[in-house]
């Protein structure tokens, strides 16, 4: 039996994890204006899908069996998304028995969870076990001989996920008339909850898409084997990345987990790819920020917990107690508060959980 090579980790994409990681605790820190959240959120979550698809096709995922691709998914997304989900439950629990909240908390906690709606921010992982799953079986199907074979595989999958996009987005358009309806009972609910966790992966799906198309359209640049000159390619970043901002604006408001798009779905998706291709070349431009590739890496832990383990509460109450002291340009210092508050409270967390608690990450504890 031959030994099979291990994709080594490239630096570059773990700082595009890395800068959306950081782009999603902004969003959520309440500390920059409204028109810049707008972007924010256009750009950070999709960047995830979008980097995933390119996983895909740098990890060769379509080739390897069913088996193994649902145990290793099943293992990195939806056991993560099991055990902080058990962990907000506690927590909500623990609110209940201190007088602070109810059981209707706990029911929705658990709905959540059942239904893989996801609580808070963990709607990101099932959506994205589904999105990948659904994205490997189209190119499994249309790799075969009866649709032309490998050549035409791409674009037979590319034209699947647009479809199935576009029929997700009237399928959504069809419910919202009957929210009132699903919201009458608990077991209507939850079908609705679970119906929109499948229209929400299905929206992803061209993000999945993309990033994979990307990097097989230009495997040898991605993996370094063929090289752009520096500077153009480090402009070229730039231009994209500007590029986006307007358009991302001009859609208006988007929150994957509501699966709302703003006025033009048609411009989110636009602007978070060109957005994410501006980001990739810059930081494939730039030798490696060892900060970024840090929660890159880690930019799970830190999607689970900068909020419901309220770091994110501890930096603002520290932001504002310190806030009064700082009479010039507060308004700046208060941002870089809150997010390196933050930050050094997740620093500290992503530390304590890999070495103590890697079963929440789908990992087995090393000696």
């Avoid at 198309?213 to 520096?230: A, D, I, M, S, V």
């Avoid at 030798?287 to 970024?292: A, D, G, S």
């Avoid at 890496?297 to 932001?319: E, G």
Wanted: some cysteine; overall charge positive.
């Amino acid at each position: 039996m031959g030994i099979r090579m291990t994709k080594k980790r490239l630096d570059y994409m773990d700082m595009v994890k890395g800068v959306g990681i950081l782009g999603i605790v902004v969003m959520h820190s309440t500390t920059v204006p409204l028109e810049a959240i707008w972007w924010i959120s256009s750009v950070a979550p999709p960047l995830f899908f979008l980097m995933s698809g390119m996983m895909i096709g740098y990890t060769g995922e379509p080739e390897k069996s069913w088996k193994e691709i649902l145990i290793r998914k099943g293992r990195s997304l939806l056991l993560p998304f099991l055990y902080f989900s058990l962990c907000y439950i506690l927590r909500d629990l623990v609110r209940v028995m201190a007088g602070i909240s109810d059981m209707e908390e706990v029911r929705l906690g658990v709905n959540d969870l059942i239904t893989l709606w996801g609580s808070s921010v963990l709607w990101f992982l099932p959506a994205l076990f589904l999105s990948e799953s659904i994205f490997i079986f189209l190119r499994k199907i249309f790799g075969k001989k009866v649709f032309g074979g490998q050549k035409y595989a791409s674009l037979w999958t590319a034209s699947a996920c647009l479809i199935l996009t576009t029929v997700s987005f009237l399928i959504n358009d069809a419910l919202k008339p009957l929210e009132g309806f699903f919201l009458s009972e608990k077991q209507l609910y939850a079908l609705l909850c679970v119906i929109r966790t499948v229209l929400r992966a299905v929206y992803a799906l061209p993000f999945v898409c993309a990033g994979y198309l990307l990097f097989e359209g230009f495997r040898k640049f991605w993996e370094g084997e063929k090289r752009l000159p520096l500077w153009g390619q480090l402009t070229g970043g730039i231009i994209l990345f500007l590029a986006g901002i307007p358009v991302s604006v001009a859609n208006g408001y988007f929150d994957f987990r509501s699966l709302s798009f703003g006025e033009i779905p048609v411009l989110f998706y636009f602007s978070a790819m060109i957005s994410f291709a501006g980001i990739l070349l810059i930081c494939k431009s730039c030798p490696p920020v060892k900060p970024l590739v840090f929660f890159g890496k880690n930019s799970l832990i830190v999607m689970a917990t900068h909020i419901d383990f309220y770091f994110l509460y501890i930096a603002l109450n520290l932001a504002n107690r310190v806030n009064r002291f700082i009479p010039m340009g507060n308004r700046v210092f208060f941002f870089v508060n809150v997010v390196g508050v933050i930050l050094v409270l997740e620093a500290g967390c992503i530390a304590a959980i890999n070495r103590f608690a890697p079963f929440l990450l789908g990992r087995k504890r090393r000696f």
